[in-house]
């Protein structure tokens, strides 16, 4: 008797397509119940409530006006009910589930941004427009094009937010949280060209799928869905705190003849995707410059001796723990090389990234590994364990710290920039303050690392290491949650070595080291300012509200 293995198998694969049929047409088809809200926009979440949906989406999806949403925009799906970032859709549309082959009955929605509005005023007409975004999808660290009118000449106060999103409180009501953006970041180089019809931008750390806007003074443009594609991993925020703090500079003038002038840089609480909204809350004097390099510049012109001369600021800023979790250690290939990967890359006094030392030292710590994530894994887990991490103090920089062995915060930072450079990998050091049980700050410097698609991925090798101050809450896996996250107990002046340009040729340049900011210059005095104190203050907390 002979066997016919072809004709078998497909008989028995005709078999189970039949029952596969028998079975779904057994099944009914979903029913939506209601859809909140009715009248919506592209990022809002939309509830669709009903029955027959399935425990899981796997091949099921919904369509608005007949268009799908990205698997991404899916919040929740359950047998009666999903949740969904609405995608960008025409003026209003039909709902449909679809699962298993079969389609709902619909829903109508409408677009929010499709109705009528007045006129509002004469500058109605000059807010600015999107036409398109080109490409509509990519990665972080992306440059995109948008075109459209009425952006201005040139950037000025103007800037692209991207759609950003923190994990709200198990307290909060579910879909409570409005949706949120972050800027296109200046420590990125995010901006490369701005006209009256045309931006190019590149993708901030911390973007996620939703909308995009230009905001201008002249007005805001109406959102378009922009989809972040191809991310290695996840970053979530969260657990939001807000600081109010305060610092101030006294100075007594001792010698002086006229003409002079002393000016003040004085640091800025740094913007990034997890410290946000920093504002200005008080101040007893102007600027003389509003924002120079992260820095607030102060001048005082023609003092005579005896002057007693204070500047007292006071901010706010919102904190959030930030989390990663890297699925695929290989970096996402952009189009093309970005300023990330250039600057951040290039020796300093500070971070000597081409000391033959420290070259050496980088080369034997990641052997043959070619993935960045898993060469600075293996930097960060070198320093912890080959290092001594003290609190206090210590002389000297990251060439002292690998003779010696022994480091503080400050050092052990540059010393990680230092050997991740060294090995093709974009890092920052980043200078603050820690907020210890006792509201009291301490100086402390940590570090972030680029990685092409996914953005900065934060560290601190100090408190990886358990070298926490006093009254500092150190968790229990410090050693594990410190290579990718970070707490929400500090405030960061400066991401980045801050290089100021002296106000004069020959004015005489004041350095402070290991501050809560890494700039070169913190005053300087320029003619016949002869001679002064000067007195800074720590950082003070006066404020401090948990969500």
Request: one cysteine or more; a negative charge.
């Amino acid at each position: 008797m002979r066997a016919f293995p072809g004709k078998s198998g497909s008989f028995f694969g005709g078999i189970i397509l039949l029952f596969a049929l028998l079975s779904s047409c057994g099944e009914k088809a979903p029913e939506i119940v209601s859809i909140d809200p009715r009248i919506g926009r592209m990022g809002d979440i939309l509830t669709i409530m009903g029955s027959g949906f399935g425990e899981e989406r796997y091949e099921s999806y919904i369509t608005i006006a007949g268009t799908p949403p990205t698997s991404s925009s899916y919040l929740s799906w359950e047998d009666d009910e999903i949740t969904v970032r609405i995608p960008e859709f025409g003026e209003a549309g039909l709902i449909y589930v679809h699962r298993g082959g079969k389609k709902s009955n619909p829903a109508l929605f409408a677009n929010l941004l499709s109705l009528p509005e007045p006129v509002q005023g004469p500058e109605a007409d000059y807010n600015p427009r999107i036409n398109s975004i080109t490409p509509a999808t990519g990665p972080i660290g992306t440059l995109i094009t948008i075109s459209g009118n009425n952006f201005g000449p040139s950037r000025e106060a103007s800037g692209v937010f991207f759609a950003w999103n923190a994990e709200s409180p198990q307290t909060a009501p579910a879909g409570s949280q409005a949706p949120d953006f972050v800027e296109a970041s200046e420590a990125e180089f995010g901006y490369e060209h701005w006209s009256e019809r045309e931006i190019q931008v590149r993708v901030p750390d911390g973007a996620v799928s939703g909308n995009l806007e230009v905001r201008t003074p002249r007005g805001i443009s109406r959102p378009v869905f922009f989809e972040i594609s191809g991310r290695p991993g996840t970053k979530t925020f969260k657990d939001k705190r807000s600081y109010m703090l305060s610092y101030t500079a006294d100075i007594l003038v001792d010698r002086a003849n006229t003409p002079n002038s002393l000016y003040l840089w004085m640091p800025q609480p740094a913007v990034s995707a997890s410290q946000r909204n920093v504002s200005i809350l008080s101040r007893n004097k102007e600027p003389f410059v509003e924002n120079y390099r992260g820095t607030s510049l102060f001048q005082l012109i023609d003092v005579s001796p005896g002057t007693r001369w204070a500047v007292e600021l006071s901010y706010l800023a919102e904190v959030y723990t930030v989390e990663t979790a890297i699925r695929n250690t290989a970096t996402v290939r952009l189009n093309e090389p970005t300023p990330v990967g250039t600057v951040y890359l290039l020796p300093s006094a500070q971070i000597p990234s081409d000391d033959p030392a420290i070259r050496t030292q980088a080369n034997t710590i990641i052997a043959r590994e070619r993935l960045p994530y898993v060469k600075a894994q293996r930097i960060y887990q070198w320093l912890i364990s080959s290092v001594e991490i003290k609190e206090s103090p210590l002389p000297g920089g990251a060439l002292e710290t690998l003779e010696e062995k022994e480091a503080d915060s400050y050092r052990a930072s540059l010393l990680f920039c230092a050997l991740a450079r060294a090995v093709d990998i974009p890092a920052l050091p980043v200078a603050g303050v820690l907020v210890n049980r006792q509201m009291n700050t301490i100086k402390h410097c940590w570090v972030e690392f680029w990685l092409d698609g996914f953005g900065w991925i934060p560290i601190d090798p100090a408190l990886g290491s358990g070298a926490a101050p006093a009254d500092f809450p150190l968790r229990e896996d410090y050693a594990e949650f410190y290579f990718g996250s970070l707490d929400n107990q500090r405030v960061a002046f400066s991401r980045g070595e801050i290089f100021l340009q002296p106000m004069a040729p020959r004015g005489r340049a004041i350095q402070r080291s290991r501050e809560y900011s890494l700039q070169n210059i913190w005053e300087e005095a320029v003619g016949g300012l002869e001679s002064y104190s000067s007195l800074w203050s720590d950082v003070t907390i006066t404020g401090m509200y948990i969500q």
